[in-house]
């Protein structure tokens, strides 16, 4: 892998090259702007590490061009201007990272490694497998944003409070920071709060010694121990009751746990990351969550945007769950461009989580390896059925209606996929009265016993598989 290296200072370029070949990259390098534009034009580079003053420009105020040459290529900045101007204009290009001169070499380095990490875990348009160990998926601004934030805190130690709404995808951005971290190699222990019964919070966090209480019959380790050098994962902290709260406080206060029923306090060595789809500031203004709490978890907030805000991310996260299905022994499948269109004008109010459950079904009803359209519209009527109960549709004319906003045909489609979406569920009853009996279905609906199989087919509808639900 090649990174082009823009320095026109020869030592500062020498010690960079020698830095950057260590950690197994080649160094391609120039020294001015048009230099730079020439070798992006030609060849593609795995990140960019420029300084600001060039010897026929400003490295910075021509990096517009560079993002259109390689809008995904990370961008290093490094600079002797150490004026807040300099990293407020780098940061404001959306560079990976700044580095005002001097500064660390080996830091740079790996810097550089771990920007070409996370531009490999986004992955080129329609990449159905990410790296492996990278999982997630997703280009939109507001994704790349996310990414930028996790990238600020792999080489510290700093608390990340991970918000979204539920499915948004932030236990596994709690998972990337640990594992594209400097402490993946020490264990990522993970509680969820609010799964644990109010009593036994406490001895599952800190720990117990034999007899602390009635049915403590041996000695319990606590999560934080068991996270001790690695990363303790707090999830839905929002929920965790009040007495925990006070005890969670002060074991992040003082780095160190005291086992429910123990004498001494044992330093442990835990980066936190904590997660909630609550909304904690009103639960502060309520007195349910602690203020003085929420300032220590929250030192860098990373907020994952809901799936209709980035929904250019559909399709790639469709064809990435399509993908992990067939691994997981479903059948394979290929998503028409026009049928991952129609998923990205979906609601998805479960979010990732939803999208995912979908296709995986998906994966599992479809008979043909092509879905298009016709395919996915009738089986995207039935998965949103039932969602917006009170303003349901009078009669078959608003339902039409409704379903036209909702599902936006492409044009050139409406009809039919309007005729699938209204045969479909037709169908289903007919065949549920009839036990699943074709013949007798046809019969039912008054219609040709020959059209209603190839109506079938082309819908996806197996009646064997009806039998059963
Ligand atoms: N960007 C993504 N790329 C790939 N898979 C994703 C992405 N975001 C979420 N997922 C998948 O979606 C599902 C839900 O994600 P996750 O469990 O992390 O959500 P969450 O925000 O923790 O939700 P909750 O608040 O309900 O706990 C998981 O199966 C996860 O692997
Ligand atoms: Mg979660």
């Given at each position: 892998?090649?990174?082009?290296?823009?320095?026109?200072?020869?030592?500062?370029?020498?010690?960079?090259?020698?830095?950057?070949?260590?950690?197994?990259?080649?160094?391609?390098?120039?020294?001015?702007?048009?230099?730079?534009?020439?070798?992006?034009?030609?060849?593609?580079?795995?990140?960019?590490?420029?300084?600001?003053?060039?010897?026929?420009?400003?490295?910075?105020?021509?990096?517009?061009?560079?993002?259109?040459?390689?809008?995904?290529?990370?961008?290093?900045?490094?600079?002797?201007?150490?004026?807040?101007?300099?990293?407020?204009?780098?940061?404001?290009?959306?560079?990976?990272?700044?580095?005002?001169?001097?500064?660390?070499?080996?830091?740079?380095?790996?810097?550089?490694?771990?920007?070409?990490?996370?531009?490999?875990?986004?992955?080129?348009?329609?990449?159905?497998?990410?790296?492996?160990?990278?999982?997630?998926?997703?280009?939109?601004?507001?994704?790349?944003?996310?990414?930028?934030?996790?990238?600020?805190?792999?080489?510290?130690?700093?608390?990340?409070?991970?918000?979204?709404?539920?499915?948004?995808?932030?236990?596994?951005?709690?998972?990337?920071?640990?594992?594209?971290?400097?402490?993946?190699?020490?264990?990522?222990?993970?509680?969820?709060?609010?799964?644990?019964?109010?009593?036994?919070?406490?001895?599952?966090?800190?720990?117990?010694?034999?007899?602390?209480?009635?049915?403590?019959?041996?000695?319990?380790?606590?999560?934080?121990?068991?996270?001790?050098?690695?990363?303790?994962?707090?999830?839905?902290?929002?929920?965790?009751?009040?007495?925990?709260?006070?005890?969670?406080?002060?074991?992040?206060?003082?780095?160190?746990?005291?086992?429910?029923?123990?004498?001494?306090?044992?330093?442990?060595?835990?980066?936190?990351?904590?997660?909630?789809?609550?909304?904690?500031?009103?639960?502060?203004?309520?007195?349910?969550?602690?203020?003085?709490l929420y300032y220590r978890l929250n030192v860098v907030p990373i907020l994952l945007p809901p799936l209709r805000e980035r929904t250019d991310d559909i399709p790639a996260l469709a064809r990435h769950f399509l993908h992990q299905a067939m691994q997981e022994g479903l059948p394979r499948h290929q998503?028409?461009?026009?049928?991952?269109?129609?998923?990205?004008?979906?609601?998805?109010?479960?979010?990732?989580?939803?999208?995912?459950?979908?296709?995986?079904?998906?994966?599992?009803?479809?008979?043909?390896?092509?879905?298009?359209?016709?395919?996915?519209?009738?089986?995207?009527?039935?998965?949103?059925?039932?969602?917006?109960?009170?303003?349901?549709?009078?009669?078959?004319?608003?339902?039409?209606?409704?379903?036209?906003?909702?599902?936006?045909?492409?044009?050139?489609?409406?009809?039919?996929?309007?005729?699938?979406?209204?045969?479909?569920?037709?169908?289903?009853?007919?065949?549920?009265?009839?036990?699943?009996?074709?013949?007798?279905?046809?019969?039912?609906?008054?219609?040709?016993?020959?059209?209603?199989?190839?109506?079938?087919?082309?819908?996806?509808?197996?009646?064997?598989?009806?039998?059963?639900?």
């Open positions: 892998m090649s990174v082009l290296l823009v320095e026109d200072d020869e030592s500062i370029a020498i010690v960079i090259t020698a830095a950057l070949e260590a950690e197994g990259f080649s160094v391609t390098r120039c020294d001015s702007v048009a230099e730079r534009d020439r070798l992006l034009a030609q060849g593609r580079f795995a990140a960019l590490v420029t300084d600001v003053i060039l010897t026929d420009g400003d490295g910075i105020e021509t990096l517009g061009r560079v993002r259109d040459a390689a809008p995904d290529m990370p961008v290093i900045i490094l600079s002797a201007q150490n004026t807040l101007d300099t990293a407020v204009r780098a940061s404001d290009t959306g560079a990976f990272e700044y580095f005002p001169k001097p500064f660390d070499i080996d830091e740079l380095a790996r810097t550089v490694r771990q920007a070409v990490g996370a531009a490999k875990a986004r992955g080129p348009e329609g990449d159905e497998a990410p790296v492996a160990g990278l999982p997630l998926v997703g280009r939109s601004a507001p994704m790349q944003a996310v990414y930028r934030m996790i990238t600020r805190v792999l080489r510290n130690d700093l608390t990340v409070l991970v918000l979204g709404e539920s499915g948004t995808g932030k236990e596994l951005v709690a998972e990337a920071i640990h594992q594209l971290g400097h402490r993946k190699d020490g264990p990522f222990v993970a509680v969820n709060t609010a799964a644990i019964p109010a009593e036994l919070i406490e001895s599952e966090l800190f720990g117990h010694e034999k007899g602390a209480f009635t049915g403590a019959v041996a000695r319990h380790i606590g999560k934080f121990e068991q996270a001790n050098g690695g990363t303790l994962f707090l999830d839905e902290i929002g929920d965790m009751p009040m007495q925990a709260q006070t005890r969670l406080l002060r074991a992040l206060q003082s780095g160190r746990v005291r086992r429910v029923g123990g004498r001494e306090e044992i330093a442990v060595d835990v980066r936190i990351i904590a997660a909630t789809n609550r909304d904690l500031e009103p639960m502060i203004a309520a007195g349910t969550f602690r203020e003085d998503l028409t461009d026009d049928a991952a269109a129609l998923l990205g004008r979906q609601p998805w109010r479960g979010n990732v989580r939803e999208l995912r459950n979908f296709i995986y079904r998906l994966a599992l009803l479809a008979r043909e390896e092509r879905i298009d359209t016709a395919t996915l519209a009738p089986l995207l009527t039935q998965a949103t059925r039932g969602e917006d109960e009170g303003e349901r549709p009078r009669n078959l004319g608003e339902a039409v209606v409704a379903w036209l906003e909702q599902h936006r045909p492409a044009p050139g489609r409406v009809y039919d996929e309007a005729l699938a979406a209204f045969e479909r569920p037709l169908f289903i009853e007919a065949l549920r009265e009839t036990g699943g009996n074709q013949l007798r279905a046809a019969q039912l609906l008054g219609i040709n016993r020959n059209t209603l199989r190839k109506r079938l087919s082309d819908l996806a509808i197996d009646p064997v598989e009806l039998q059963r639900i």
